[in-house]
């Protein structure tokens, strides 16, 4: 992340930015130190422990791109057509025992290897072949249709290095050397809950006052895609005794504790205490919107991060905050998302020296090419709505208060601060 100059006087001294919160709760973690050897298939969603370095080539050798015939390109005329004996039949999974000599074509299939002195293939679609040879058209290029030995993967070449999460796409990949069993790093173990009187489960009742949950599905349903072992501590009533015992019996399980709700300054606010009583609170002010105030600390082995309990809040809070964290204690190497310069469309007003994100959909393109961005029109971080309906978030920087239609803006599409 770029770090934009701050305005000092918006800020109040001890307020963080919002790129030294991410540095500060990237200092609080290392990579879990466990790692396990694992089928395959169960590596997916996990973080490789180790580089794979490939032992083979990929291809193995010189082979067929289609159903043809492998020729000399020398025997061929660039003008008119060809007869060639066909001398040779070549399937996939078979070594030729010869090569092919001059004035001979051999029938190939896709992915055969292809026979030495050959040096180009010529698909089937365009010849005639009879039973014993082969009417060529003229050709005039060397070299086609044919897939190089090692084109994808070379003996000795590093295919993926550690830090690297596993997809459906780098398990292929390992598949593709020979790796049936990476060594992974084990899973980091979260705990959610979430704190609030008010709050009420989803199936039961609801009385005047009440709220069902929303945090605690939304949060457990990221950890898992992030591929946590997740548990879930369900709801807390704003009681600083309740509170103190699933924070410890959390916090002696979990590597992560997430919760949300209760960590304002108002009376019914009794997170943060808990967490000075039981371990040490890092910080809990940070120039940003949505998500003041945002609690991180230490409980014994365990991080703390506790979210604002506004819906949006909370969500974007984990995104920009927590996730990162999460992602360096897994192991991950590549931990902050990418995101993607986009132009406003829209004018706004905001408070300078504090990071805000907006729920923003991409509409269309400028005449640069650029995506532009509209914002999703009411900004209440109670709105879930807002995230439901739009495709990410846009980062409004630090220090200018006023946004105008066609400035440059940074966009994260919610596909790069999930799973
Ligand atoms: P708090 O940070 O506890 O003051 O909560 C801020 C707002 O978020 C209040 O309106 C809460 O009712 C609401 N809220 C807190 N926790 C949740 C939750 N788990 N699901 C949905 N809304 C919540
Ligand atoms: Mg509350």
């Keep these: ?61 010189d082979n067929s791109a289609v159903d043809g015939y492998a020729v000399r390109f020398a025997d061929l005329s660039t003008e008119d057509e060809t007869r060639l004996p066909i001398t040779m039949r070549i399937p996939a999974g078979i070594v030729p025992d010869r090569p092919l000599s001059a004035g001979e074509a051999a029938r190939i299939f896709t992915g055969a290897p292809v026979p030495e002195g050959a040096d180009t293939i010529i698909p089937q679609e365009p010849c005639r072949a009879g039973d014993d040879t082969v009417v060529l058209p003229p050709v005039r290029k060397a070299g086609q249709n ?130 000075e009583d039981l371990g040490r609170l890092d910080f809990w002010r940070v120039a940003i919107r949505p998500g003041r105030p945002l609690a991180v600390g230490r409980v014994g082995e365990a991080v703390f991060v506790g979210l604002p309990g506004n819906p949006v809040a909370a969500f974007v809070c984990f995104c920009m905050f927590a996730r990162p964290m999460i992602l360096r204690r897994m192991g991950v190497a590549d931990v902050l998302p990418r995101p993607i310069p986009v132009r406003a469309g829209f004018a706004f007003k905001k408070r300078a020296g504090r990071r805000e994100w907006l729920r923003a959909s991409l509409t269309g393109r400028d005449e640069d090419g650029l995506p532009v961005a509209e914002r999703f029109p009411t900004e209440g971080s109670g709105i879930l ?35």
């Design 1 to 61: 992340m770029t770090r934009p100059a701050v305005d000092a006087f918006a800020l109040s001294a001890d307020m963080l930015p919002a790129d030294d919160a991410v540095a500060r709760l990237l200092d609080l973690v290392t990579p879990v130190a466990e790692t396990e050897r694992v089928p395959l298939m169960d590596a997916r969603g996990r973080v490789l422990a180790e580089d794979i370095v490939s032992d083979r080539n990929v291809p193995p050798h």
């Design 146 to 275: 044919l897939r190089r030995k090692a084109e994808d993967i070379g003996v000795g070449d590093t295919i993926l290095a550690a830090g690297r999460r596993l997809h459906p796409a780098e398990i292929g990949f390992m598949a593709s050397v020979g790796v049936a069993e990476p060594l992974v790093r084990r899973r980091v173990r979260a705990a959610v809950f979430s704190t609030g009187t008010e709050v009420r489960d989803p199936g039961g009742d609801a009385p005047p006052g009440a709220i069902y949950d929303s945090n605690r599905f939304v949060l457990m349903g990221l950890l898992a895609d992030m591929g946590c072992k997740v548990s879930d501590y369900g709801i807390l009533p704003d009681d600083p005794a309740a509170l103190k015992d699933a924070l410890a019996r959390a916090s002696a399980e979990a590597d992560v504790v997430l919760t949300s709700g209760g960590v304002s300054t108002g009376e019914e606010d009794h997170i943060k205490p808990v967490v």
């Design 385 to 419: 709505r807002s995230v439901v309906v739009s495709e990410g978030l846009l980062a409004l920087p630090e220090e200018p208060s006023q946004i105008n239609p066609g400035d440059v803006l940074e966009f994260l599409p919610f596909e790069r601060l999930t799973g």
